[in-house]
């Protein structure tokens, strides 16, 4: 199934309402007359609070403040009634201020002051920060989410999982770098896997797929550190065949990591990449026979040569994997019935080889937090052509179709690919309806349309963007939970040699077994022709496999 985890509503997406009711963020005031504040230091704020802590009588509860330290200076919070001093005694402090210490410590990494009158009520407060008894900054909330964080993102201020630290978008410089599709190049992953030295870091929604256990296991016993972050509770359930692989490598002495649980940051841990020595593979597709080993989806995927990207995943990996809600696997697993199933066996052609190139940038993208915004960016800066291909796409006013449309707008030339697997095809096909008519409206270089594999894989799964000479390659669904409420990672490569690589399969799976329309361009061996044809699409029935 095509990303199940980024299109089911989850309970986390019923608590959004809650953000709406946010009144007020931490809002600086101006300092009070006669003192004076170093031009350098930062501004005093409360910076966040967890009000609702998932623990018995809200024990640990607290408030995170930053305070420039004055010799002089008295700081204080209160909430109107109840006045706490804070002892501070380091410059530019961030520190936890909570009634119940010890237990504030289990939710924060941030220095714990210890104050005698702190409660939080979950329906509401309006929090002072006071500098000589004069407010300097100003915390107002309603309504706090269980076990949540109200946080500072780019998007304004908004209520996080406990634990969870948004992270900008991260740049690096020249790499070289692979590209390969599936189900075409299958053994890209897992040879990628084999040549590790000295480190393995997998992380996935799923993991299924023998040929992966089997390099992993091999990897371990060779001295290569070898360490596996899945989803505690994919959609559906974990099938038989992923707990036993799972079982396989604990028992090999592998570090299994499963998150989730009543303490998750996330809805679903989505992504789909690893960490290998110094090189950085991500990839669209989960670690399933379908999704490595030739047998079922279209994918794409990249390796990036690059110390720097691979530092900058490692380190992903080991927060994603140092919270409450990593739990290890033969925990876990205790009591657990798993579902039946067996592996893709399909056998698909192999078209397009992989391909060598030099990107002159690479973006890192996580979700929650950048991913969206950034890839926006990406559309907007595109000059010539942006082609989509994706399982689905959620509102048709959602930031990342609005600024598809606004590329045509523009002038930009514009195809949205999506899936015609028979879970998704009646929705697919209203969406590109009505993408066409936006188009025709409109007359705008926009053509929409749902793939015919015409045999050459069973389905799409890719969630990609060729965007002029930026390829971006993830998990990243375009769908409101996959932005806002899961862990996703996404490459965004800079690279003039990837992206015609890139373009030139979309035109391939664009074609399909379909004559093309007013909007084609085709590439082959190098030569480009141009074939108009009207056509309907087609819409037709195929059997649906829950291990996707």
């Given at each position: 199934?095509?990303?199940?985890?980024?299109?089911?509503?989850?309970?986390?997406?019923?608590?959004?309402?809650?953000?709406?009711?946010?009144?007020?963020?931490?809002?600086?005031?101006?300092?009070?007359?006669?003192?004076?504040?170093?031009?350098?230091?930062?501004?005093?704020?409360?910076?966040?609070?967890?009000?609702?802590?998932r623990?018995?009588?809200?024990?640990?509860?607290?408030?995170?403040?930053r305070?420039?330290?004055?010799s002089?200076?008295?700081?204080?919070?209160?909430?109107?009634?109840?006045?706490?001093?804070?002892?501070?005694?380091?410059?530019?402090?961030?520190?936890?201020?909570?009634?119940?210490?010890?237990?504030?410590?289990?939710?924060?990494?941030?220095?714990?002051i210890?104050?005698?009158?702190?409660?939080?009520?979950?329906?509401?407060?309006?929090l002072?920060l006071?500098?000589?008894?004069?407010?300097?900054?100003?915390?107002?909330?309603?309504?706090?989410?269980?076990?949540?964080?109200?946080?500072?993102?780019?998007?304004?201020?908004r209520?996080?999982?406990?634990?969870?630290?948004?992270?900008?978008?991260?740049?690096?410089?020249?790499?070289?770098?692979?590209?390969?599709?599936?189900?075409d190049?299958?053994?890209?992953?897992?040879?990628?896997?084999?040549?590790?030295?000295?480190?393995?870091?997998?992380?996935?929604?799923?993991?299924?797929?023998?040929?992966?256990?089997?390099?992993?296991?091999?990897?371990?016993?060779?001295?290569?550190?070898?360490?596996?972050?899945?989803?505690?509770?994919?959609?559906?359930?974990?099938?038989?065949?992923?707990?036993?692989?799972?079982?396989?490598?604990?028992?090999?002495?592998?570090?299994?990591?499963?998150?989730?649980?009543?303490?998750?940051?996330?809805?679903?841990?989505?992504?789909?990449?690893a960490?290998?020595?110094?090189?950085?593979?991500?990839?669209?597709?989960n670690?399933?026979?379908?999704?490595?080993?030739?047998?079922?989806?279209?994918?794409?995927?990249?390796?990036?040569?690059?110390?720097?990207?691979?530092?900058?995943?490692?380190?992903?990996?080991?927060?994603?994997?140092?919270?409450?809600?990593?739990?290890?696997?033969?925990?876990?697993?205790?009591?657990?019935?798993?579902?039946?199933?067996?592996?893709?066996?399909?056998?698909?052609?192999?078209?397009?080889?992989?391909?060598?190139?030099?990107?002159?940038?690479?973006?890192?993208?996580?979700?929650?937090?950048?991913?969206?915004?950034?890839?926006?960016?990406?559309?907007?800066?595109?000059?010539?052509?942006?082609?989509?291909?994706?399982?689905?796409?959620?509102?048709?006013?959602?930031?990342?179709?609005?600024?598809?449309?606004?590329a045509?707008?523009?002038?930009?030339?514009?195809?949205?690919?999506?899936?015609?697997?028979?879970?998704?095809?009646?929705e697919?096909?209203?969406?590109?309806?009505?993408?066409?008519?936006?188009?025709?409206?409109?007359?705008?270089?926009?053509?929409?349309?749902?793939?015919?594999?015409?045999?050459?894989?069973?389905?799409?799964?890719?969630?990609?963007?060729?965007?002029?000479?930026?390829?971006?390659?993830?998990?990243?669904?375009?769908?409101?939970?996959?932005?806002?409420?899961?862990?996703?990672?996404?490459?965004?490569?800079?690279?003039?040699?990837?992206?015609?690589?890139?373009?030139?399969?979309?035109?391939?799976d664009?074609?399909?077994?379909?004559g093309?329309?007013?909007?084609?361009?085709?590439?082959v061996?190098?030569?480009?022709?141009?074939?108009?044809?009207?056509?309907?699409?087609?819409?037709?029935?195929?059997?649906?496999?829950?291990?996707d």
């Amino acid at each position: 199934m095509a990303d199940a985890a980024a299109t089911r509503p989850v309970p986390r997406l019923r608590r959004l309402a809650a953000v709406a009711l946010l009144v007020a963020a931490t809002v600086p005031l101006a300092a009070p007359a006669g003192v004076a504040t170093p031009a350098t230091a930062p501004e005093p704020a409360v910076v966040a609070a967890v009000p609702n802590p998932r623990t018995d009588g809200d024990a640990g509860e607290f408030v995170v403040v930053r305070v420039p330290v004055e010799s002089t200076a008295n700081w204080t919070l209160d909430d109107g009634e109840r006045v706490a001093s804070l002892p501070v005694d380091r410059p530019a402090t961030r520190v936890a201020v909570g009634d119940e210490p010890n237990a504030t410590r289990r939710l924060t990494d941030r220095p714990v002051i210890g104050v005698s009158h702190l409660s939080l009520a979950n329906g509401g407060e309006r929090l002072h920060l006071r500098r000589d008894g004069a407010v300097v900054a100003t915390l107002s909330y309603r309504d706090a989410p269980e076990g949540e964080r109200l946080v500072r993102t780019e998007d304004g201020v908004r209520w996080r999982p406990v634990g969870y630290q948004p992270r900008d978008v991260h740049r690096f410089g020249p790499a070289s770098v692979t590209g390969y599709v599936l189900p075409d190049a299958p053994s890209v992953p897992t040879e990628t896997l084999r040549g590790a030295r000295d480190r393995i870091l997998l992380a996935g929604y799923t993991l299924t797929s023998e040929r992966v256990a089997d390099a992993l296991i091999a990897a371990h016993r060779r001295g290569v550190e070898v360490r596996v972050l899945v989803d505690a509770d994919p959609v559906g359930g974990r099938t038989e065949a992923g707990a036993a692989a799972l079982d396989r490598l604990v028992a090999a002495g592998i570090d299994v990591i499963v998150l989730g649980g009543p303490r998750a940051r996330f809805d679903y841990h989505h992504p789909k990449y690893a960490v290998v020595d110094d090189r950085a593979l991500v990839t669209t597709e989960n670690w399933k026979p379908s999704g490595t080993g030739g047998k079922s989806s279209r994918g794409w995927g990249v390796v990036v040569d690059s110390p720097p990207v691979a530092a900058d995943l490692a380190s992903l990996f080991r927060a994603d994997a140092g919270w409450d809600d990593a739990i290890p696997w033969r925990l876990f697993r205790r009591g657990e019935t798993f579902e039946t199933g067996s592996p893709a066996e399909g056998t698909y052609p192999s078209r397009f080889e992989p391909t060598d190139a030099t990107a002159a940038e690479v973006r890192v993208l996580t979700a929650p937090g950048n991913a969206e915004s950034a890839l926006v960016g990406v559309i907007d800066g595109a000059d010539d052509r942006v082609d989509v291909i994706q399982p689905s796409i959620g509102r048709r006013d959602g930031p990342l179709l609005r600024a598809t449309i606004r590329a045509a707008d523009r002038g930009v030339e514009v195809r949205v690919l999506l899936s015609g697997a028979w879970y998704v095809t009646e929705e697919n096909a209203a969406l590109v309806e009505w993408l066409n008519g936006v188009a025709e409206r409109r007359d705008l270089p926009l053509t929409a349309r749902v793939a015919d594999p015409a045999g050459r894989y069973e389905k799409i799964h890719a969630k990609g963007v060729v965007a002029d000479d930026v390829v971006v390659v993830g998990s990243l669904n375009w769908n409101e939970n996959a932005v806002s409420e899961n862990r996703e990672v996404a490459l965004a490569v800079r690279s003039e040699a990837l992206a015609d690589y890139f373009r030139e399969t979309f035109v391939a799976d664009w074609r399909g077994g379909r004559g093309a329309d007013r909007t084609t361009w085709v590439v082959v061996a190098g030569a480009v022709a141009a074939l108009v044809l009207a056509v309907v699409v087609a819409r037709r029935t195929i059997r649906f496999d829950r291990r996707d």
